[in-house]
């Protein structure tokens, strides 16, 4: 299927948005990622039914939304806002529209926000690799509990600094391990030939990404407790940072509670129980200098973390399935297109059959 590129206002904001597919097809919302824009769906709109309804936003700060500030106290609630308010949109989707929700790694913490804050809006949830239910960067064990008391997460000051100067100002060499291009290559795939003649489309949409204190990655604060730094008050890195990123207990309390797919792969290298972007792990490894040990910083279990949540979501009466797919990176949807349109359309299926 084709889209087509629509700017409307919402939330305050301009809001840039691709749109797929007759405005009374099943209504699917796509959410995408960290340093990312909706570019990032366009491969899989190819694959997707002339069926469906698909509506993609470009998040505040990424793409052509506006470059509005991201208060990283709110976690990924501003996020969250932008896109519930786009349901309220005339055009985007027929009045009433209850859309199966799709949201890749950030994108699947605003799509877990979303249905926290709208349940009754939200038919179906797919989280791709998504953000761990208790945050991004430290806390400890799989109930969340933090490292130490006053733990904030690393936020942004977890960064790598070159490649955020290597982003702002729109590097797209392969020059170094730290160029957009070879973060995209090494990072966000676990085979880099699986980006195909796409790669330079996803390049150009990761260059979109606004930086600054605002925006990517955000403030960073100094910390007493290793590695020195903490979540500060704006950016994006803070909002998903266990300080102010945590919803599992709202997760499991909401009283619409729809289907729940979890698709990712066992080679993911940024959400996971090993995660490369996860500091105690990389001091655990030797590359970070420091450590103070298991005991006091050990790796976030980011996988464990979500499997836990969505036990007790099903528990308390939800359903939901997890998905892994073997040697398969952080993109599924890239990756491994055929499976995870199955089981996108498994979960609009599911929500079209009631």
């Given at each position: 299927?084709?889209s087509?590129?629509h700017?409307?206002q919402?939330?305050g904001?301009?809001q840039?948005v691709?749109?797929?597919g007759?405005?009374d097809?099943?209504p ?5 990622g960290?340093?990312s824009?909706?570019?990032f769906w366009?491969?899989?709109l190819?694959?997707?039914p ?5 509506v993609a ?9 506006d470059?509005a500030p ?7 609630d501003?996020?969250?806002?932008d ?5 309220a949109v005339?055009?985007l989707?027929?009045p009433g529209a209850?859309p199966v929700?799709?949201g ?13 804050g709208?349940?009754e809006?939200v038919a179906?949830?797919?989280?791709e690799a998504?953000v761990?239910?208790?945050g991004?960067g430290?806390?400890?064990d ?8 006053d ?10 600094q070159?490649?955020v100067?290597r982003?702002a ?10 160029s957009p291009?070879?973060?995209l290559?090494?990072?966000y795939?676990?085979?880099?030939a699986s980006?195909?003649?796409d790669?330079d489309?996803l390049l ?17 604060v100094?910390?007493p407790?290793?590695p020195?730094?903490a979540?500060?008050p704006r950016g994006v890195?803070?909002a998903?940072?266990?300080a102010h990123?945590?919803l ?6 909401v009283?619409?509670?729809?289907p ?8 993911d290298v940024?959400?996971?129980?090993t995660?490369?972007?996860?500091l105690a792990?990389l ?6 200098p ?7 910083c050990p790796p976030q279990?980011m996988v464990?973390?979500t499997r836990a949540v969505l036990d007790r979501y099903?528990a308390?009466?939800g359903t939901?399935?997890e998905?892994?797919?073997p ?8 990756e491994?297109?055929?499976e995870?349109?199955a089981e ?7 929500n079209?059959t009631?």
């Open positions: 299927m084709r087509a590129r700017m409307v919402a939330n904001i301009t840039a691709r749109v797929a007759p405005p097809g099943v699917v919302l796509l959410v995408h960290n340093v824009s909706s570019a366009e491969p899989l190819a694959r997707l002339e069926t469906l309804r698909v936003p470009d998040l505040r700060g990424y793409g052509e939304t470059t991201v208060d990283a106290t709110r976690g990924l501003d996020f969250a806002d896109v519930a308010a786009l349901l005339p055009g989707f027929a209850r929700v799709a890749h790694s950030l994108g699947g913490g605003v799509a877990m926000r979303l249905l926290v709208h349940p809006r179906g949830l797919l989280l998504p761990s239910p208790y991004f430290g806390t400890r799989l109930d969340g509990t933090p490292t130490t008391p733990f904030a997460g690393t936020g942004a000051g977890g960064a790598n070159d490649f100067v982003l100002a729109g590097d797209r060499s392969a020059d170094g391990p730290t291009r070879a973060v290559r090494a990072a795939v676990a085979d880099p980006l195909g003649d790669e489309l150009e949409s990761m260059l979109t990404t606004a930086t600054g204190d605002d925006n990517y990655p955000g403030t960073a100094a910390s407790h290793w020195g730094t979540a500060g890195l803070n998903l940072a266990p990123f945590r599992a207990d709202e997760l499991v309390a009283l619409v509670k729809p729940v797919t979890w698709v990712r792969g066992d080679a940024i959400v996971s129980d995660s490369l972007f996860d792990y001091g655990q490894l030797g590359v970070v420091g450590w103070p040990g298991e005991a006091q279990p464990g973390q099903a308390a009466g939901y399935r998905v892994v797919l040697g398969c990176g952080h993109s599924p949807h890239l491994r297109p055929t995870f349109v996108l359309l498994a979960l609009v299926g599911e079209a009631g």
